[in-house]
């Protein structure tokens, strides 16, 4: 049986409001358990209180191949942060796709620091991105610039912010977009058989 792991962003870990819902709500809809990899730092930040920058990207990525046998047939799911080193794990795992919740392409306003060197990493494991147009770590009309590899795929939830936040003329309200999100994971998992 696959099983789903779900990897939390930079600032803020499994008990926040967006990741709680999204859980609840995959599984419920979705109908696969999903499994919180909360990260050694983050654990530090949840019992201090106390803010602290995340360590580099290769050594949370080493953290997390160390907690998910590389054997199992895994969906990976990652929040901003965590779509990066979902990205790394596709070489070294035995990954059958991957759902990227705002894929963090640059640093805000510098698009010259990009991160798409990532998705050289994902092997041709397909990967999904639910990206909102105003995001500002990848909005639409830098992304669709982009030549992405084929395995790359983007879908894109309109007037959402990076926290998928959208403003009040969108007329959507949090459940609605957080709707459109499951909608959009159970349509990937679907037509990949992820569920066999």
């Known amino acids: 049986m696959i099983k789903v792991y779900l990897l939390h962003g930079a600032g803020a870990g499994h008990q926040s409001d967006f990741l709680q819902n999204f859980k609840q709500r995959f599984e419920d809809e979705v109908g696969l358990q999903v499994n919180p990899v909360t990260l050694d730092y983050m654990v530090q930040i949840e019992t201090t209180g106390k803010m602290r920058p995340p360590p580099r990207i290769p050594k949370l990525v080493e953290e997390v191949q160390q907690k998910i046998d590389p054997e199992t047939p895994i969906v990976l799911i990652g929040k901003s942060m965590g779509c990066r080193i979902i990205a790394e ?96 994971c159970a349509v990937i998992l679907h037509d990949y058989d992820i569920r066999r």
């Open 89 to 184: 794990l596709c070489a070294s795992h035995n990954v059958q796709a991957c759902i990227a919740l705002g894929f963090p392409f640059y640093p805000a306003k510098k698009t010259d620091k990009h991160r798409l060197g990532h998705f050289e990493q994902t092997g041709g494991v397909p990967y999904y991105i639910l990206q909102g147009t105003r995001d500002s770590l990848g909005n639409h009309e830098w992304v669709t610039e982009q030549n992405l590899p084929e395995n790359v795929h983007v879908n894109w939830i309109e007037g959402a912010d990076h926290d998928f936040r959208v403003l009040k003329r969108y007329n959507l309200s949090e459940q609605e977009v957080m709707q459109n999100l499951i909608a959009h």
